[in-house]
């Protein structure tokens, strides 16, 4: 059976994406048969961070509306072997996502994959509220920030009450808190809230913190998810941080402000 | 640079100000939801209160609920106020 992962976080541009695709693929490198799902109908992205969008014919939607089987939407990545990607619609609107459609699409993938990551739109509404429905673990993506923080907030809220493992009183979803875009200079200055802060804020344990990284860009750029850029360090914190979700202990890295020496700052070390 | 972290010192870093501003907007969030769960109470009471007039004439105000919060534990405590002896033999005469 597989596991669900949602990864969500009510405000946008915080790296939901980013995080869905490196995820995904980190689980598919470490041997796991894994699909990552784009739940934002009509504003899809997610095939562009995992450089498939020229293959994209048939999406979810087609799938849950019986224009298109799975297997003909169901894109194999090329770099990492056990991945596929299901795109979203680009044409239609998030009522599309019907409950009946999407449990019907996920319990189809769960006989074939280990994994299954939601990757949720921006806000609360019903494409988030769908990725979200039958998750069994959710990445709360947060950055180290008052609006992303709350947001956040909000979504635990929703994950703790509107879920299937809610209502039907079973065992609740699993939180993880991931921060992204995270300067440990700026908290070492007191200008950003530490991993401590937002851990304690939101009182959920921290699965992993990616540091602010020009990497990250890059590698949207050339659609190609940060962590296959292992020599990174955003690419490095997110392969830990799937280690960490497959029950490895690794402690966390790039989250200590390294004090610059005088030579290195003289000499851009 | 130095120097300047004498003025800075006087005021707080602004993460320990977003912190504190997080908290308390958290803890209200967490509270109106805890909150939500009970949205049953009013009707609750109106019910109770229906069902114990077929028995003893009471008061609008005999039935009393309220929820106590002690960590993970909620406690329900009904008080029912049944009225004093005296008027309960009037109203049986």
């Known amino acids: 059976m597989a596991r669900i992962i949602v990864v969500t976080s009510g405000k946008g541009g915080v790296g939901k994406t980013t995080t869905s695709a490196s995820f995904a693929s980190g689980l598919a490198l470490k041997g796991h048969k894994t699909v990552v799902i784009d739940f934002d109908v009509g504003l899809r992205n997610l095939d562009l961070i995992m450089g498939c969008e020229r293959r994209v014919v048939f999406d979810f939607v087609n799938v849950i509306n019986g224009e298109a089987n799975l297997r003909q939407a169901l894109i194999k990545d090329k770099r990492v072997e056990n991945l596929s990607i299901l795109a979203a619609s680009q044409t239609r609107d998030k009522e599309a996502l019907t409950e009946e459609g999407v449990k019907r699409v996920l319990d189809e993938l769960a006989a074939d994959y280990d994994y299954i990551v939601c990757d949720s739109p921006a806000g609360i509404e019903r494409g988030a509220l769908m990725a979200m429905r039958f998750a069994d673990d959710a990445l709360i993506v947060t950055n180290p920030e008052v609006s992303s923080v709350r947001d956040s907030d909000r979504v635990l809220g929703i994950l703790a009450s509107r879920t299937r493992r809610a209502e039907s009183g079973e065992e609740p979803v699993r939180e993880h808190l991931v921060v992204t875009r995270y300067a440990p200079g700026r908290v070492h200055q007191g200008e950003m809230l530490s991993l401590e802060d937002v851990a304690e804020i939101l009182a959920i344990p921290l699965l992993g913190a990616v540091p602010e990284s020009e990497t990250v860009l890059q590698s949207s750029n050339a659609g190609v998810p940060v962590v296959l850029e292992r020599d990174s360090e955003a690419g490095a914190a997110y392969a830990d941080m799937v280690g960490r979700y497959l029950g490895e202990e690794l402690p966390h890295r790039f989250i200590d402000y390294q004090k610059k020496g005088f030579f290195s700052r003289l000499f851009g070390g | ?93």
């Open chain 2, 1 to 93: 640079m130095g120097w300047l972290n004498i003025f800075r010192s006087n005021s707080k870093s602004s993460a320990s100000v977003a912190k504190e501003r997080l908290q308390v907007i958290v803890a209200h969030q967490r509270g109106s939801r805890a909150g939500a769960d009970l949205e049953y109470l009013p009707s609750l009471q109106r019910d109770l209160l229906e069902v114990i007039r077929r028995y003893v004439k009471v008061n609008d105000d005999a039935v009393k609920l309220e929820v106590e919060r002690d960590g993970d534990m909620e406690v329900l405590e009904l008080n029912i106020t049944l009225p004093d002896r005296s008027s309960r033999a009037q109203h049986a005469s």
